[in-house]
């Protein structure tokens, strides 16, 4: 599996601007990440690259495992290594690490996540029938002002010569080899770098949706291209689709802990034990809603690794779960889960939990409980179960 063709994706900034808790390639985007989005329009190449993820020091771990099962998928090679403290040093890191078979470069932001597949594939092509550099580039549509520092405008500039560049850049990969090995100085994008050296760059039509992440208003804009792209890609959004899931959870041996169900705090009952609130008939929601969706299930979306989730109640999982339906171009139809277990008794409390899980989800939730007749775990009181049936609708 040795590909000619290499896309380095940089992912190793902070994201000041964004101001996200988590580095930026990192702050979930549809039903991934700002990477795996822009890893995905990656892997939509007519030829498979060979592809390099450029990420923090501290992230390259949980990076290559969270890529693995995608590169298997796409029989594609993904390796992962740290980046540098500029962008210009983070694409070296991910330069020196292209195995020898590779011709062609192509050098990403995963801060620019949206940019289609069909960018790539024009890129990569343009340097190859040029032998050159390649910057995909789009006419600057303000007028534009040249300006002193105090704020004063000094004149207006001729804009028709000017282009806002964006990324993928490809070029020859002896060219960039070469640009890189002999650079003086900082760099913002590989073409400068590369012109710096005195080889010849073009520039070909970008595309709108290769708009870099910056602000957090462009994170709003990529929610919304990433929804429009997700629904676009499940045909099936055209029907309904159901799904169940099953929960359980054992009661805690701390007698103190608190019990929390079907989002509610229930005072005096002896609390579930689970890395978050062992609430099970949230639980058992989210799998029958993220299963109607095809997104996967609890334990994958929400690794025990996420902070996020450490002791999260129930409600917190349903926010997030309908985020990501409601992202893949759903929204939830209906939605039914029954506990089983011998205590609490539901039925004091059942309209408020109806009220409580249908408002999260925005849709219509009915709780119903049952005991086991004394049998089974349930029935000598270890623990709670609950299973749930979720209905998904197309959001068109
Ligand atoms: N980048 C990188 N290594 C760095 C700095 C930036 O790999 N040391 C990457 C970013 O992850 C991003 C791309 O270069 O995909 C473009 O950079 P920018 O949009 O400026 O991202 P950040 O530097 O993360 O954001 P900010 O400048 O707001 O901190
Ligand atoms: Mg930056």
Not at 3 to 16: H, L, P
Not at 156 to 166: E, G, M
Not at 308 to 332: D, I, N
């Amino acid at each position: 599996m040795s590909s000619a063709i290499a896309v380095i994706v940089v992912a190793a900034g902070s994201g000041t601007r964004l101001g996200h808790a988590e580095p930026k390639a990192f702050v979930p985007l549809g039903s991934g990440t700002v990477l795996s989005v822009a890893v995905d329009s990656v892997l939509g190449m007519r030829e498979t690259p060979h592809l390099v993820l450029v990420v923090p020091g501290d992230r390259v771990e949980s990076t290559r495992s969270l890529f693995a099962p995608v590169a298997a998928r796409a029989a594609a090679a993904i390796d992962v290594v740290a980046g540098g403290r500029t962008r210009q040093e983070s694409v070296a890191s991910g330069l020196a690490e292209l195995p020898a078979s590779v011709d062609t470069v192509l050098v990403h932001d995963a801060a620019r996540a949206l940019a289609p597949a069909l960018l790539f594939d024009e890129v990569a092509g343009a340097v190859r029938a040029r032998r050159r550099g390649i910057v995909p580039a789009l006419d600057v549509v303000d007028t534009v002002k040249r300006v002193s520092v105090d704020g004063r405008v000094l004149e207006t500039v001729d804009r028709s010569t000017l282009r806002a560049v964006q990324t993928p850049q490809g070029f020859p990969r002896s060219s960039l080899d070469h640009a890189y090995a002999t650079a003086h100085g900082e760099f913002t994008d590989d073409a400068a770098l590369v012109a710096s050296a005195g080889l010849i760059v073009d520039v070909v039509p970008g595309d709108v949706r290769a708009f870099k992440i910056t602000v957090p208003a462009d994170l709003h804009r990529a929610e919304q291209l990433a929804a429009e792209r997700a629904a676009a890609a499940t045909p099936a959004a055209s029907a309904p689709r159901i799904g169940t899931g099953t929960d359980v959870h054992a009661f805690a041996d701390d007698d103190g802990a608190p019990l929390w169900l079907a989002g509610l705090e229930w005072p005096g009952e002896r609390g579930l034990s689970g890395h978050s609130d062992g609430d099970a008939a949230a639980h058992a929601i989210c799998d029958a809603l993220l299963a109607a969706a095809g997104l996967g299930d609890v334990g994958q979306v929400f690794g025990t690794a996420d902070a996020r989730f450490a002791g999260a109640h129930g409600e917190v999982f349903l926010a997030e779960t309908r985020r990501l339906v409601e992202a893949a171009g759903w929204r939830v139809g209906n939605v039914t889960v029954q506990i089983v277990g011998n205590r609490p008794k539901l039925a004091p409390r059942r309209a408020e939990a109806e009220a409580l899980l249908s408002r999260v989800l925005d849709a219509p939730v009915s709780v119903a409980a049952t005991t086991s007749d004394a049998l089974g775990f349930t029935g000598r009181g270890e623990g709670v179960a609950a299973i749930a049936t979720a209905m998904l609708l197309p959001r068109g």
